[in-house]
């Protein structure tokens, strides 16, 4: 039979319900051009990416030591120099001829694969460049006082040492605190904090008018406190935030746990690993996360925080993950496979970023000898690319290649629909290995745009309280299956179905990924009442692009650019005090 004419009748006339969780089967795909650069592009990466990125890590590195040398009230003195500065650059914007406002940051700079597209249009640029000082470690309040710019990398360095960290530390060194409060933030500690956002005690922010206001979850200010997060710097620009500090201790004791079975018995397995169905909270774990490598095959593993005394008794395993010669950490995880359950001790910083260095498994994409001994012995310290740096040499044709060919997705799902997630991604699109990493999603004293399922508290699943709902990131990460076989694949068309699912299924999807979502069905996901209260309340109508503006697919046309500016032309500014 003709491979175009079973491809048809395979559309036309699925398979029987026997064989619903299978990947679709699909048509040979020819080779062009931009494969080969891809499939090449390690030269580049090795050759150019990797050298410089490794100079602006250094550089990176001495102006963070600089700062720490400053005292506090110096930093504090600077920080607010620099908020007047940008107080008094958005005064200097004329509505009628200028356009929306954004950051002045280039747009390969960002981490996440969204594309920049609305910074093509007609913008108004403000220089935030500045706010990357950690400002204050409060160690009677337990909060930690810092600018948006400062990573996470520069945070655990200052805090480690103290026996500190904040209660959500995102995985990756250069993922940024204002990214992850005014986007999506999350870590193996969520299922006891919550996302990122949620740890913020306190953010300063400059309004479109250029009031600066400090927003608490109980000032007069609260309802832009819970506005902010997911709002993607559409409502003010964040200059400052204070977030929650927790004691530690200089290990994690990590138990790594295999686990055979069907997709669903994985699901079940990771969801024992952390949600005890007796309710016990003595068998809750400090740190979670689950691995699945295939769809037969999974690794859990739990982390509880441990002196260096107990790490050091007779008998037990160090394992320093952070040296550049070391296996890349999904693979050394993989082992348990083989080897079954084990336990090991690793210092907590390193075990905070144990994916920065193989950037979760896209680094085996991006250098796939790059997992092998003897690069990581004489090139690993180089490690990793800086992802800006990776979106800025890729050009417009790799960049279309890897939305059609490539998946970098997060679907945020109840924990009792992760079995049904995991089914769905391996029907659609086949991609291992997937990232499990649970997160309370909390019932706040405002409808915000993301928000727990209505009643969750009265049906008392595994995980849930009465305050929150337990819900999971499933990290999609990879190239998909059928492409890594040849195989035709279309990454626009199973973003959008991922997408529907999603919406059907109360599921949300982190703003920085690549998005199909037409408005409607932005506002289907979302809700959209208390950030457009907050959008009108603190006049960012008509000065601030939209979230769904800002997070659409594609160029903005000129059409699309007039109708944002024109909402409100005449934004009243503050008096000057």
């Known amino acids: 039979m003709d491979s175009r004419l079973r491809q048809s009748l395979l559309e036309k006339h699925p398979p029987p319900m026997a064989d619903v969780h299978e990947p679709l089967v699909r048509r040979k795909r020819k080779k062009v051009l931009v494969d080969y650069l891809v499939q090449f592009r390690w030269i580049l990466v090795i050759f150019v990416v990797l050298p410089i990125s490794s100079l602006i890590y250094f550089n990176i590195f001495l102006g963070d030591m600089w700062s720490a040398?400053?005292?506090?009230?110096?930093?504090?003195?600077?920080?607010?120099?620099?908020?007047?500065?940008?107080?008094?650059?958005?005064?200097?914007?004329?509505?009628?001829?200028?356009?929306?406002?954004?950051?002045?940051?280039?747009?390969?700079?960002?981490?996440?694969?969204?594309?920049?597209d609305y910074k093509r249009a007609r913008h108004f640029e403000v220089d935030l460049s500045s706010f990357r000082n950690i400002l204050e470690i409060d160690k009677e309040r337990m909060v930690a006082k810092v600018e948006p710019l400062v990573n996470m990398g520069q945070i655990t360095r200052a805090t480690c040492p103290m026996n500190l960290a904040l209660a959500v530390v995102a995985e990756l060194d250069d993922l940024t605190v204002g990214g992850l409060i005014n986007g999506y933030g999350i870590e193996g500690s969520s299922h006891l904090y919550g996302l990122f956002s949620d740890t913020v005690v306190a953010m300063e922010v400059v309004l479109a008018d250029g009031r600066v206001v400090r927003a608490t979850k109980d000032n007069e200010y609260s309802d832009l406190f819970y506005?902010?997060?997911?709002?993607?710097?559409?409502?003010g620009f964040l200059v400052s935030a204070e977030i929650k500090l927790i004691p530690i201790k200089e290990y994690m004791k990590l138990t790594y746990i295999p686990v055979k079975g069907s997709l669903k018995e994985i699901a079940q397995a990771y969801a024992d690993s952390f949600a005890p169905r007796d309710g016990d909270p003595a068998k809750v774990p400090d740190f979670v996360e689950g691995m699945v490598y295939t769809e037969s095959?999974?690794?859990?593993?739990?982390?509880?925080y441990a002196s260096k005394e107990e790490a050091k008794k007779k008998g037990n395993k160090i394992n320093c993950v952070g040296w550049w010669f070391k296996p890349w950490f999904y693979q050394h995880a993989q082992t348990a496979l083989k080897r079954g359950e084990f336990v090991e001790y690793i210092p907590t910083r390193e075990y905070y970023h144990r994916h920065t260095r193989c950037?979760?498994?896209?680094?085996?994409?991006?250098?796939?000898?790059?997992?092998?001994f003897w690069f990581r012995f004489l090139l690993g310290w180089l490690m990793p690319p800086k992802v800006s740096l990776l979106k800025a040499t890729q050009g417009e044709a790799i960049r279309n290649y890897y939305h059609d060919n490539h998946v970098i997705q997060d679907m945020l799902v109840p924990l009792y629909k992760v079995g049904d997630a995991l089914e769905f991604v391996h029907r659609e699109m086949e991609v291992y290995p997937l990232w499990l990493c649970p997160h309370r999603l909390y019932k706040l004293p405002v409808k915000t745009m993301v928000y727990p399922e209505p009643g969750f508290e009265h049906q008392h699943r595994q995980g849930d309280t009465s305050y929150a709902q337990m819900f999971t990131d499933v990290g999609v990460y990879y190239a998909p299956g059928a492409v890594l076989r040849g195989e035709e694949f279309n990454g626009a068309e199973a973003v959008h179905r991922l997408e529907q699912w999603l919406i059907e299924n109360h599921s949300y999807q982190p703003q920085y990924a690549v998005s199909e979502l037409n408005e409607k069905d932005f506002w289907r996901m979302f809700d959209a009442s208390h950030y457009e209260h907050c959008r009108h309340k603190y006049g960012a109508v008509g000065t601030f692009m939209s979230v769904y503006y800002k997070s659409k697919k594609g160029r903005k046309t000129e059409k699309e650019v007039q109708e944002a500016e024109a909402a409100i032309l005449e934004p009243a500014y503050a008096d000057e005090a």
């Open 227 to 235: 506005g902010i997060p997911w709002s993607q710097g559409t409502l």
């Open 297 to 304: 095959e999974g690794v859990m593993m739990t982390g509880v």
């Open 69 to 116: 040398m400053k005292s506090e009230k110096k930093r504090q003195k600077q920080h607010d120099e620099n908020v007047q500065k940008v107080v008094k650059r958005l005064k200097q914007r004329n509505p009628k001829k200028d356009g929306l406002v954004c950051t002045a940051r280039k747009p390969w700079i960002a981490v996440g694969m969204r594309n920049v």
């Open 359 to 372: 950037l979760y498994w896209e680094g085996k994409l991006i250098l796939p000898f790059g997992d092998q």
